[in-house]
């Protein structure tokens, strides 16, 4: 068997012992099912309720995508501006920092009595989570441009302007990516914090509601779609990422 | 263009750099004492001198990336206050993009300094051809070799045309033998072109087979303290050149002057 075959099939098989240990855990003691409902019950419990959770997980994607754009599309601006303009890198930039220390979770009451119980709320929470790391590696990677790269564009006579397109963007983008891969998820925690707050929709109102009625099942449905969702985004991220192969040596 | 086996400058050929009395100096630490040096049209002067003898720092001010506390450069009769489009300038690294192909890095230096239409209407398929990079255009440089990724940095540059040629040990890095290579090329090309060719190195052998004459700098602060003419019939030729008893002489002489022979 060749190294990488091998590999899948032991985490393959790892995964099926895990599987077979719950399943068999949860039947041999006979577990309730509102304390640990057995793999099957929420694989029938999925299924039942798939209408349920497609309709949820559409709000939090939604919820999701919007807030992980104005993360994406401010943060940059804002690093921009903290790199080019040296009054914004004096002002604004401990802002940002001490900003980033705060427990997002903690602003999120605080959120949705400012939004309200709709989508702004959850959109908010969500950018959020993804703004700060956005913000630290577009400024990392503008700032990592190599000197003797620079020195070469001086040389050449380069416009501001042609260096920032030719010689900065893409040597920032690597390290935008690498921002992004860690912002998508956290926008998922935001949507899902920003639901638990306050909501009448979404995955996380569907966790919180499934559990406050002892429908412990539909609750790791949901929390089964969420993980899935934050993979699936995850992954679409990597794959944008690809395009960016070029690495600074 | 210069016949070959001619000697190729005459004295008569007008000033292309005038260094005046240059000095720098880096808070109270001082890299240059007043150096001052006349480079000729078409010439292939040689910057020879120990390591921090502020040899690359004299190139950085010729081609206006830094300034200077005293003196100052004339090109063409031009004060030197910035970099100038007629001077193209070789790193010590190969300064490419890693995000574009070969093609796309050999038309970079037109690209910005002329535009986009003229690097596009350029043809470099002779130039591909001069560094042997035949083939390599849609490669990218993380692909190449060492040797290669210079070979493109000094196409991009030559592709400009610039009347001045500034290079800072831009074979410093290589083996022996694409060393050699990559110097016979240049000295085709600077002949061939009628550039003017201003080479910082350290190596005395690289300074005497190529150019007509080597300053020779002192540790710091830097100052000129020989120039030496070299006086060597061309076209010249790594093997044969270096056989000769006159090569030999030059290089005892360099190596004197810089305290190593």
């Known amino acids: ?249 | 263009m210069v016949a070959a086996g001619l000697k190729p400058v005459a004295d008569m050929a007008p000033t292309a750099i005038a260094i005046d009395g240059v000095t720098k100096r880096f808070g109270g630490l001082t890299a240059l004492e007043n150096v001052t040096a006349d480079i000729r049209d078409r010439e292939f002067v040689s910057i020879l001198g120990p390591s921090g003898c502020g040899k690359s720092t004299l190139l950085r001010i010729l081609a206006g990336l830094v300034g200077c506390e005293e003196g100052g450069i004339d090109i063409f009769g031009g004060r030197v206050n910035g970099p100038r489009d007629d001077v193209g300038v070789v790193f010590q690294t190969a300064n490419l993009l890693p995000w574009l192909n070969i093609e796309a890095n050999l038309r970079l230096g037109l690209e910005i300094r002329r535009g986009k239409a003229v690097a596009r209407a350029t043809e470099i398929a002779p130039m591909v051809e001069t560094l042997g990079l035949k083939g390599f255009e849609q490669h990218f440089p993380h692909q190449l070799s060492g040797g290669m990724r210079h070979r493109v940095a000094i196409g991009q540059t030559l592709l400009c045309d610039p009347r001045v040629l500034l290079m800072d040990e831009p074979f410093g890095a290589l083996d022996a033998l694409t060393r050699d290579r990559l110097n016979m090329e240049l000295l085709r090309i600077w002949q061939r072109d009628a550039k003017t060719v201003v080479l910082i190195t350290h190596s005395i052998a690289e300074a005497v087979l190529l150019s007509d004459r080597v300053l020779v700098m002192s540790e710091r602060p830097g100052r000129v303290i020989r120039d030496v003419t070299i006086d060597l019939p061309r076209p010249r030729d790594p093997s044969k050149t270096r056989e000769s008893a006159a090569f030999g002489e030059y290089v005892v002489e360099l190596s004197r002057l810089m305290g190593v022979g």
Not at chain 1, 22 to 37: S, T
Not at chain 1, 138 to 150: I, K, M
Not at chain 1, 236 to 243: D, H, M, P, V
Request: net charge positive; charged share 10%.
């Open chain 1, 1 to 249: 068997m060749t190294g990488p075959i091998r590999q899948a099939a032991e985490a393959l098989l790892f995964c099926i012992a895990l599987i077979i240990l719950w399943e068999g855990g949860v039947r041999l003691f006979e577990v309730k099912p509102y304390l640990l409902p057995s793999l099957s019950a929420i694989a029938a419990e999925t299924w039942r309720a798939k209408e349920q959770l497609w309709h949820h997980s559409l709000v939090t994607l939604g919820e999701v995508a919007l807030g992980f754009a104005f993360a994406t599309v401010l943060g940059v601006a804002l690093a921009a501006l903290i790199f080019f303009v040296p009054l914004a890198k004096r002002t604004l930039y401990p802002f940002v920092v001490a900003l980033q220390s705060i427990p997002k979770i903690g602003l999120a009451p605080i959120i949705v009595v400012w939004c309200g119980y709709g989508l702004a709320s959850k959109v908010t929470m969500a950018f959020l989570f993804a703004f700060f790391p956005i913000v630290i590696t577009t400024l990392g990677g503008l700032a990592s441009t190599p000197a003797h790269l620079e020195e070469h564009f001086r040389a050449l006579g380069a416009k501001p302007w042609a260096s920032f397109w030719r010689l900065r963007v893409p040597s920032a983008l690597p390290s935008f990516v690498d921002g992004a891969k860690v912002a998508m998820p956290l926008a998922v925690i935001g949507a899902i914090v920003g639901e638990f707050v306050g909501s009448n929709d979404g995955l996380g109102n569907l966790i919180l509601i499934a559990t406050g009625s002892s429908q412990t099942a539909l609750s790791f449905s949901a929390l089964l779609v969420v993980t899935g969702l934050s993979l699936v985004l995850f992954y679409l991220i990597e794959a944008l990422g690809r395009l960016v192969w070029w690495r600074q040596g």
